[in-house]
């Protein structure tokens, strides 16, 4: 019996010393000063829920890159959020694993912070919610959460992450969603020539400014901001994807006037996203002003901006080389690189 | 040590209590057998694929002739209500132990045994068509079990897009040529109830009276429910025509009946929450 109290003193011993250890060595993770941009929208609510930290960061970053997260390990976030094209795949649809279509165009996700809805259809309102989706659609990872927590749970760098990030080497479910989104917070781009311009540094071409001036005119209404979308969702006409799963935002709402709405997407980084539209319907950024010009689709529902206008947006050739000139100066190349 | 013989005493004690009552003839609680019968009308659906001349055909109010090869739902959120009014809830918080994927493929999903229900004469039954909002987030950790049930490749009652359970599934055909038709339902909500920031809530609360009382005691009851699914395009609610294609009123497809659309089956098969508390559900026959 005494040898039996002898034996608990010393562990009970032994652990208080434990604590004092790591309260002595207690992680220095200091939370990351998101730089907003002049002008930018109010950050999403839910950031100041999960604040990005420096090692939340950086094991959001390990864990996008990481193919684990697919059923046959040949997929991460980062196949088709692929950053040189900021953050998309220049395929139609996506393609997840044994090669099978997604239904939609892979979304850059830049800005993200500062978006109220994600996705083609908004379905997410924030953003920790979101990377389930892939890790359980059967057109892009086909896993299942604890499947990827049982393939890296015994990885020494993702003990050390977790323990840096979260005070202890506990690998869960929410704590994989919070440092993704956390590593997506921080992909702000704002330093391309526009914005240099409007910090006047430098100074537009005169096809740039002739193209921004139209711009104003045509496109800016939806365009709007500096995220280059008013967030908000719209029938534009755009040809439909015949999918029988595809219903747009109404398949989120139930509202039928949002029958084959999709979210006005940024023009940040447009340059380097293509295929164009919510399934790759254009190849280039000249196809999309001519079917403007040309005439869209009609529907009950096609936003006012076309049907007002005969389902038009007439531009001329000139007019769409300016434009093209004005989008391309929306490119942050610095944001393209690692 | 004295004081270890009490608690020896004491567990002898109760071991025997224990033991006394079950040798009792009313035990404090026993199972509750609900056995669910899906049918056209009052007959039994058979399923089968478009050419089956063995599948039970239906035609609906609007004339449309159609039959199924699959069809599953989800029943969760199980109360009985005792003949003095207490509801007394099963498993209501945890889909592991208190929801079940009804798969007419299954035989033996038809029978969803209810264990341990405390003894009690009951009057009522109410459930859940479809997951409730809060419980419905494909949570691995949390249900493991129905997660994987659901999730199953032969059953494939996810949508995970919306991260979210499906609630009903109906494959099957329609009209003389045999179109297809592919009813999904489930929710889209986001945030909490019942303030939901966007989407669509297919959830349902059900509430059926038994034809004669169910007494759980000294037997262990079968409530016989019918979930008549003639009711999808001819209900209490809404007299629904098929179309297929891909505008905005084409609903035999899941292009627009995951949408405004899907309402209308949802209302049809759960019933509107305000003066349709059935749906598609009936009682049939409590054995006791």
Known sequence: MKKILGFVIAILFLTSCNSEDSEMLAIDNPEIDLKIPADFPELNAFVSQNKPTQYGVELGEKLFSDKRFSADNTISCSSCHIQENAFTDQKTQAVGIE??????????????AFMKFYNWDGSKLQ??????????????????????????????SYKDLFRKTFGDENITPDRIYKSIAQFEYTLISANSKYDKVKRKETSFSESELKGYQIFQQKCASCHAGELFTDQSFRNIGFPLNTDTNEAGRARV???????????????RNIEYTAPYGSFGQFSTLKSVLDYFDDGVLDADNLDPIFKGNGKKMPLTEEEKINLIAFMKTLSDTEFLKK | ???????????LVSLGFVSCSSDDNNPAANNVTLEFNNTFKNTTIVLGNAASTSATANTSAAGQAHHFSELKYVISNIRLVKDNGDEVPYSVNDLDKG?????????????????NVPSATYKQIKFGLGIKAEQNTLDQVRFPNFYAAAGANDTAMMWEWGSGYRFTKIEGFYDADNKAMSIHTGSTVEGTAPNYTQGVNAYRDVTLNLTTNAVVGSTAPKIKIKADFDKLLSGKTNTITL?????????????????????????NLGGNGSSDITGMFSVTAVEN
Not at chain 1, 99 to 112: A, D, E, H, K, Y
Not at chain 1, 253 to 267: E, I, Q
Not at chain 2, 99 to 115: C, M, P
């Open chain 2, 243 to 267: 179309s297929t294609g891909t505008g905005m009123n084409d609903n035999a497809t899941p292009n627009v009946h995951t949408a405004a659309q899907m309402v209308k089956f949802v209302d």
């Open chain 2, 99 to 115: 929801a079940t994927v009804i798969d007419q493929a299954k035989t033996a999903s038809l029978s969803y045994v209810l264990s």
């Open chain 2, 1 to 11: 040590m004295q004081n270890l013989k009490k608690y020896f005493l004491l567990s």
């Open chain 1, 127 to 156: 953003l920790e919610t979101q990377p389930l989706v892939p890790i359980i659609t059967h057109e892009e990872m086909d896993s299942s959460i604890l499947e990827v927590i049982g393939k890296i749970k015994d990885d020494a």
């Open chain 1, 99 to 112: 090669g099978r279509i997604g239904l939609r165009n892979t979304p850059s996700i830049q800005n993200l």
């Open chain 1, 253 to 267: 709402t139930g509202v039928s006037s949002d029958f084959m709405s999709f979210r006005v997407p940024t023009l």
